[in-house]
């Protein structure tokens, strides 16, 4: 109903953001949320509000920032501050009727939209308003325009050569006409901005290529000249000047710089390029940056200054790596470092881009490649630090911790732990010892950072060596190490090294089963990273979100979160986190119930891993595999996967994986009955609880419960399922604990207990339909209406089959829900009290004609008779053979157990008593 209206907003924009603005809990509000997926997010923006927001802003029509107080904040954070709202779309609406308040509440009608389209175009709004202002006010809107960006009264009035109180005048007259809206004030001062970013192109558009180019590069000349005065602190009154902008003299550095390159001032450009090029990237105003850059290396090229274009191309591959743009960060961090080779006092800038260029090699799985880097250029420094003295000394030792540091994480991403863990502590050998002491003694940021200087690799080292605890499970020394690292970011005032140190911490206190610590530290971190527009960062965040909420029972935010970082990782051509991502969705749709999709995607996975060698997400990938495999009752493809697991594992020293191997072998264990080697292993796996988070702990509780209900051991398994479920419970890992109900009902029902065995299982269900777990509610449910049923409880064990089926139609399991079809159709007539009265065996035979009726495969049809056979006669286990009509022997066609298992082993059952039957007939 909507797609006009989205498509034409878009079309409208500009190539900026668009907010598509409707009444929140309305119909089109909730179909516009549901068209989210196949809309271009990055064009336009969802954004519903309440009636009272969604009239201010019609109200304040082409002025976002001018909304009521309830209603600005919430569209700034929907838009990520952008104010770019189609209102004349909305104003042309409302004129047409398309959009109409109704009982309470703002709709569309969908009758008049198939033709809608907005009576007038931006522009003509924008002309319209244009037509109303003063020349003195048009003057200061181009200037405003071409500028694009904040300004304070003072500035536009230096542009302008004018008082300040004059252009205070067509600043105000400007508002009225809603052109400008004010962006921030306190006590002294006020800042204004365009009311539309698309203002500023409409208004720019107007002015001849000519005048434009003046305005830059008067821009450019009077924010040199104002940084400079400002820098100096002169007397006001002998700069001519009524006052000077209150602004930082790097932010009109940045100004300057910007504008130089528009107007093709060279030398302006490079006054201004280290300080505002700085500023801008501070600001985290990153496209900014990287226009300065790329024009700083293109003068310094054409000016042959190769010491000013290794530095511009440094910065230039930097802000690459961090929009995504890979293979150009490639080729300017080369030259860079090629650059920095052939020069003296360039050893900083070489260090600086090597680290970086590993990075990228790293990232797309060229491990070997990022170590031969490094490697060679630690030799040279190791040879510099044999004859350097004093302030030379410190400078080399500085550059060879960070090259050390960085050399430990290649072997870290290979997942060789102890050789990362030898280079991290060679890196900390080099640590300046008043260094360490400043972070021991909780410094001051102002007073640490002399003796701070030369350390900015200090967060990532510490960082690194609380991965390398986490993965051996040294999950407290791993918890001081991070600290050390949010401190060190601290010191250095660093916020993108803090945002990443949020994420380790967020994966240590998921491990020690703190898991809402760790979504609250995720989540701050990927606000942070938003703000930088660190798009590596923001990659992080989302998995390990995804990761988190999986666990806690969340699968559709899960997949939202995984979706979003696979979409990133393929753009940023990380192979490493596209196979990461691939199995975070795979676990994710697993959750769901979508098991097969969910296989397809761990196997992509898989293949990606296996090819570019990383090891740990083919370990963890095959882990989630054996799991997804039982789900199907496919136990013996799930023991091919142990098998795989079991080769991948001998292959790294993560103590964590291996005994999460362990805990996949005991679980196949189960599934094959062989009970003992089950609760042998999952016994070994708890004899090293050090290593275990509680999660996993109570995993392998679980199994050993399972097992000792398999071997009859219900004291046993009860002790065991209790405490799983108190760890489950300690980590808030919802899935566990529903996993747990289900086996202390199943438990519980072994020992005839059926009230407390329907208690458990309700509460399983109950659990999995909070999670949206799809087929574990179908599951849980029809297990759920066995137990009801031998309570005598038959209305609630139909609507425990109902509830089964609805779920398997909505997974696609038609076979599933045809099988429940029998029960339920079996249960009403019982219910009439026609077949309540028949025997097992009657109803039996109607469910086998039933069968008989619909199916004509052979092989299928015998599976569902024996299914149906054992579970109207509450048997354990049966077989149908077949005499072969030439050899006269009997061949085993079907080999059942409850639960609908296949008995993949028939040669312990005897065949004594099946003789006998055939031989009397």
Not at 367 to 385: G, H, M, P, V
Not at 628 to 644: F, G, I, K, N, Y
Not at 732 to 758: H, M, N, P
Not at 778 to 788: D, I, N, P, V
Request: aromatic fraction near 6%.
């Amino acid at each position: 109903m909507l797609w006009s209206l989205v498509r034409s907003a878009a079309a409208t924009g500009a190539g900026r953001k668009v907010a598509i603005v409707m009444t929140s809990g309305s119909a089109a509000s909730s179909e516009l949320e549901q068209m989210a997926d196949i809309i271009d997010v990055e064009n336009v923006e969802l954004l519903p509000l309440e009636e009272s927001q969604v009239a201010s802003l019609i109200d304040a029509s082409f002025m976002p920032n001018a909304f009521s107080q309830e209603a600005a904040p919430v569209f700034l954070e929907k838009t990520g501050g952008l104010p770019a709202l189609l209102a004349h779309c909305i104003e042309s609406a409302l004129a047409e009727d398309i959009v109409h308040f109704v009982d309470g509440r703002w709709e569309l009608r969908a009758d008049r939209l198939r033709d809608f389209a907005p009576a007038r175009s931006l522009s003509q709004v924008v002309e319209t308003r244009l037509s109303r202002i003063s020349a003195g006010a048009m003057s200061i809107l181009i200037k405003a325009g071409v500028l694009n960006e904040c300004f304070s009264p003072s500035l536009i009035a230096s542009l302008g050569g004018t008082s300040t109180s004059s252009a205070q005048e067509g600043l105000e007259e400007l508002i009225r006409h809603g052109l400008l809206v004010e962006m921030q004030t306190d006590r002294k001062n006020v800042s204004y901005c365009l009311a539309n970013p698309v203002l500023g192109q409409i208004v720019s558009s107007r002015v001849l290529q000519e005048e434009r180019q003046a305005i830059h590069r008067l821009i450019a000349q009077r924010c040199d000249a104002l940084a400079a005065l400002l820098e100096s602190e002169p007397p006001r009154e002998a700069n001519g000047l009524e006052e000077l902008p209150p602004v930082e003299p790097a932010q009109l550095r940045a100004t300057s710089a910007i504008h130089a390159v528009h107007a093709g001032l060279p030398d302006l450009l490079n006054r201004n390029y280290e300080v505002g090029c700085r500023f801008l990237m501070g600001r985290f105003r990153l496209e900014d940056a990287r226009l300065v850059s790329a024009t700083a290396a293109e003068v310094a090229r054409k000016d042959d200054n190769k010491s000013f274009l290794g530095r511009a191309l440094f910065r230039l591959g930097a802000l690459d790596f961090v929009l995504g743009d890979h293979d150009e960060a490639v080729e300017a961090l080369k030259e860079a470092i090629t650059l920095a080779q052939q020069l003296p006092d360039s050893l900083q800038d070489e260090v600086m881009a090597t680290c970086r260029l590993g990075v990228i090699f790293s990232g797309r799985g060229n491990f070997e490649t990022a170590r031969d880097l490094y490697q060679s250029l630690i030799d040279r420094l190791k040879a510099e630090k044999r004859k350097a003295r004093g302030r030379r000394l410190s400078q080399v030792k500085a550059y060879l911790a960070r090259l050390y540091t960085f050399l430990g994480q290649t072997y870290f991403g290979q997942c060789h732990y102890e050789k990362a863990k030898d280079e991290f502590m060679r890196a900390l050998e080099l640590v300046p010892k008043r260094a360490l002491t400043a972070l021991a003694s909780d410094s001051a940021a102002d007073s640490a950072a002399p003796v701070m200087a030369d350390t900015r690799y200090l967060p990532r080292l510490f960082r690194n060596l609380s991965i390398i605890d986490d993965s051996a499970g040294r999950y407290r020394d791993a918890l001081k190490n991070i600290e050390k690292a949010v401190a060190a970011s601290r010191l250095l005032q660093d916020a993108s090294e803090h945002a990443r140190n949020l994420v380790t911490h967020g994966t240590i206190s998921q491990h020690l089963g703190k898991y809402a610590d760790a979504e609250r530290a995720y989540k701050t971190a990927l606000d942070q990273f938003a703000r930088e527009g660190f798009k590596e960062g923001l990659l992080v965040a989302h998995n390990n979100l995804s990761s988190i909420l999986a666990l806690r029972g969340r699968p559709k935010e899960a997949a939202q979160h995984c979706s979003k970082a696979l979409s990133m990782a393929k753009k940023l051509g990380n192979k490493y986190s596209v196979a990461r991502q691939l199995q975070n969705l795979g676990v994710a749709l697993f959750e769901q119930g979508w098991t097969g999709q969910a296989l397809e995607k761990i196997d992509e996975s898989l293949e990606m891993s296996e090819r570019n060698g990383f090891k740990e997400v083919e370990a963890l990938g095959l882990i989630f595999k054996v799991e997804a495999l039982l789900a199907e009752r496919r136990t013996q493809d799930a023991r091919a996967a142990v098998m795989r697991l079991d080769g991948v594992v001998k292959s790294l020293d993560s103590e964590g994986i291996r005994l999460r191997a362990q805990l996949a072998d005991a679980s196949v264990c189960n599934a094959e009955e062989d009970y003992g080697r089950a609760s042998q292993t999952a016994s070994a796996v708890l004899a090293q609880s050090e290593h275990l988070d509680k999660r996993d702990a109570s995993l392998a509780h679980r199994i050993r419960a399972d097992a000792a209900l398999g071997l009859g051991e219900h004291d046993s398994a009860e002790r065991d399922i209790s405490k799983a479920l108190s760890l489950a419970r300690d980590a808030s890992a919802a899935r566990e604990e529903a996993l747990c109900l289900e086996v202390f009902s199943r438990i519980k029902a072994a020992e005839g207990d059926y009230a407390k065995a329907i208690e458990l299982g309700s509460a399983a269900v109950g659990m999995f339909k909070e999670m949206e777990a799809f087929l574990k509610i179908g599951e849980t449910a029809e297990y759920l209406s066995r137990l009801q049923l031998e309570a005598g409880r038959r209305s609630d064990a139909l609507l425990s089959l109902e509830l089964s089926r609805e779920q398997f139609l909505g997974l696609g399991m038609r076979e599933k829900a045809d099988r429940l079809d029998d029960k339920i159709e079996s249960l009403r007539w019982g219910e009439t009290g026609e077949l309540k009265r028949g025997s097992p065996a009657l109803k039996a035979l109607y469910r086998v004609a039933r069968l008989f009726e619909s199916l004509l495969d052979l092989d299928e049809l015998l599976n569902r008779v024996m299914d149906a056979v054992i579970d109207i006669l509450g048997a354990e286990r049966g077989l149908i053979m077949l005499k072969d009509p030439k050899t006269g022997a009997l061949e085993t066609r079907v080999a059942r157990k409850v639960d609908e298992q296949t008995i993949e082993d028939v040669s312990r059952i005897s065949k004594s008593v099946i003789q006998r039957v055939v031989d009397l007939g």
